[in-house]
Every structure is written in C-alpha cells, then in structure tokens.
C-alpha cells in the first residue's frame, strides 16, 4: 500500500426533503449571492428549482440564474458564467442538477477569482488554489462530481474533453442527496449512471499498487451492492430504498474511498471522454462499451486483477487468469445488458467510427503512452477502441 492523505471535506445531507435545507446550508457556507446553475427542463419540470428557490428566499439569500446546461458541457457556457458572476457579484455557486450541471458550476467557481482564461487550468498551465464555495443539490447519482474535486469541461475549440482534478478547490462544500429527486429519471439514464459509478471503482480497482486489500474490498462490496440495487430501479423507478442504496453508492464511488493507498488508472475514462467529445454519446453508455474492451484487452496483457473481480464479485471459477479474466468479462457485459445499456460502438450510434482520429485524441489529450495499470501506446489503443466494435 502507498502513503497516502484522505480528505472528503464535502457535508452530505442525505434523504427525502432535505432541498428544503439548501438556503441553511447556504447561508453557513458564508453566501448572500449566489448563482443557480440548472440544466435542460427536468428541475423546472419537477418543481425542484421552486423548492430551491423558496429555501433561498426564507434564509435570505439573493440569486441569479444560469440554466440550459448540456450533457458533456463546454467551455462557452464557462466563459458566460464567469461573465455574469463578476456582473452580478455573486459570492457563490449553486449546482441543480447532475455532473454537467456541477461541473460547469465548478469551472465557474474557479474562473471567478482567476485573472487569466480559465482554461489555463484545464490545459495545465496554472494550478488552481482557489475558488467560489460550491454546493450542490444532485439530481442524478452518476459522475459522482458532488463529492469530487474534479471538474470535466469540453473546449469547443477542437472539441477536447479534458478533466481537471483538484485536492480540494473545487471540493463542495455541501451536497443535498435527495433519492426521490432521481424518480423521475429517464431509464436510459439511471443505466449510465449505474455504468459510470461502477467504472469510478474500477478505474482505482485495476492499480498498479499491490496489497491494498481493505481499499480492494469497499471496493468489490459498492461494486456488488450496486449490481444488486441496479435491477430494481430499472423495475421500479420510484423504490425510494433501492434509488437511496444506488445515490449513496455513487457519490461513494467517486469520493476517494476507493484510491486510498494506491495509484488509479483512469485510461478507460481517457477513452470515453474521446468519444463523448467527438460523438456527444452519454458518458455512462460509453463507458459501459469501453471498459470491457479495454478489460478484454488486459486479458491478454495483465489479466491478475481482472481475475481477481470476476473471482470474487461474478463466482468465476476458472483457473487460469487469461481465462477467468475474460469470463469476468462476460458477466460484466451479461451485467450492463440486463439494465439496457449498449455494448458496442454501433448500440452507441456510432457507425462508422474514425479508429485513427479517436487514437490520436486519445494521447494528445493524456500522453504516449498513457495507462498506470497498463501504458497503452498508440497501436494498442486503437486495438481496445476496434474491440468496441
Ligand atoms: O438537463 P436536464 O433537463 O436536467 O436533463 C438531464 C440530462 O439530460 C437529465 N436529468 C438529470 N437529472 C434528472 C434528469 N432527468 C430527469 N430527472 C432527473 N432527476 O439527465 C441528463 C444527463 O445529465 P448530466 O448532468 O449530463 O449527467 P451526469 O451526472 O451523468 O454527468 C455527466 C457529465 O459528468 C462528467 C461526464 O464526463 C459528463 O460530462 N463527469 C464528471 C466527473 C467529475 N466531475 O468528477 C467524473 C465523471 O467520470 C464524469 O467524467
Ligand atoms: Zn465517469
């Protein structure tokens, strides 16, 4: 196990009603003014901005509006939102909605303070230390960016789909996990989502770090309680105790938890993230066809580990590692089937797929070669991306 520092600094509010507390925990954060970041129609359709907006009001808290984000969100909304904030003078970020939601809330937060372009942080060129307090109202367990430091923006400008990650700027300060704002989800998704909070495990589960074992199995225990809870709010959209096990699982997910004491992989959102930039797929259905390409892969190359979770969370029983790993494999994908998802760039709606510009994206975006568990270099990524076909 690695030396490691942990520290989830975010303040979780979890159960039915609690968007009604979302103007306290405002106001304790320090906020008198603060930007309300909102998506497409679903929290104005649901009446969940009214409810917002009301709590706002009883506590004393004066805000403005951002709505209209967009899944896989881009930088130009970053740009009209920093714009708006100084206008405005807002002391403060307030994220309604799901990862696209929080992140641009993020981006938003960290612009604010900063002279330069905001994208200096996203390109590398500046390290981000401060940033406007956000919190954050989910609507969708997904991206797990309610209790991440991280924050995934696409710049227009030659469609890159980059993620910053930062110790704790960008941390929220508090988060509402209300389960039954997540009824009203579409079923296509409450899969993504189920596929992208499995991969936030799995990409710390495949590290190169050995003996982490007490990290290895919180791992495998979400793992198997989301792939027990999945099916039954594919059933039954409005199971408040299984939609309340799967919210949890997912900010879980992607809080840290799962990375102490080693290194992460990361290369199968690297992947995905191409894909979502490029095609505009959802990024929990390309992530439920790029895993287990990449884990297929492995097979052939560093098969232990896949061995290893097809052994203790799918009851594989086969000997060999090669062969076990791609028994896993199969359960994964028999798995993603039964809620839905796709499992081939063609079930994504991607036809005829550019395999040399996906490649190339993929290591001008993260390096040559890229892959903790695995450096991939440029002939085998587009060798993972054609086993997406
Ligand atoms: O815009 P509205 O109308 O709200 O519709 C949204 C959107 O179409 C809908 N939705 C959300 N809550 C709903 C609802 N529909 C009905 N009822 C509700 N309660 O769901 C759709 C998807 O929303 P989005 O915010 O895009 O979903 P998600 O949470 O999956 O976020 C995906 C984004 O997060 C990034 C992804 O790359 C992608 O851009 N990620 C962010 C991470 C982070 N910051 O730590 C980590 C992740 O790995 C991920 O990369
Ligand atoms: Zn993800």
Known sequence: MDNFSYCTPTRYIFGRDTEKETGRLTAETGCRRVMIVSGGSSARKSGLLDRVTASLDEAGISYVELTGIKPNPTDDRVYEGIDLARREGVDGLLAVGGGSVIDTAKAIAGGVPYDGDFWDFWAGKAIMKEALPVGVVLTIPAAGSEGSGNS??????????????????????????????????????????????????????????????????????????????????????????????IMWAGTMAHNGVCGCGRREDWTSHGLEHVLSAVYGVTHGAGLAVVFPAWMTFMASHRPEKVAQLGRRIFGVTAAGDKEAALKTVDSLRAFFKSIGLPLTLGELGIGNPDFAMLTRKFHEDKGTPFGPYFPLHPVDTEAVYRLML
């Open 152 to 245: 995934v923006i696409t710049k227009l400008d030659g469609m890159h789909k980059i993620s910053l990650r930062t110790d704790f700027a960008l941390r929220p300060k508090f988060a509402v996990l209300n389960p039954e704002l997540t009824f009203t989800l579409p079923p296509e998704q409450t899969a993504a989502g189920v596929a992208d909070m499995m991969a936030h495990i799995l990409e710390r589960y495949f590290s190169p770090t050995e003996e982490v074992e007490t990290t290895d199995r919180i791992s495998e225990g979400l793992l198997m309680a989301i792939m027990e809870e999945a099916p039954k709010v594919m059933a039954a959209p409005d199971d408040y105790q299984a939609r309340a096990n």
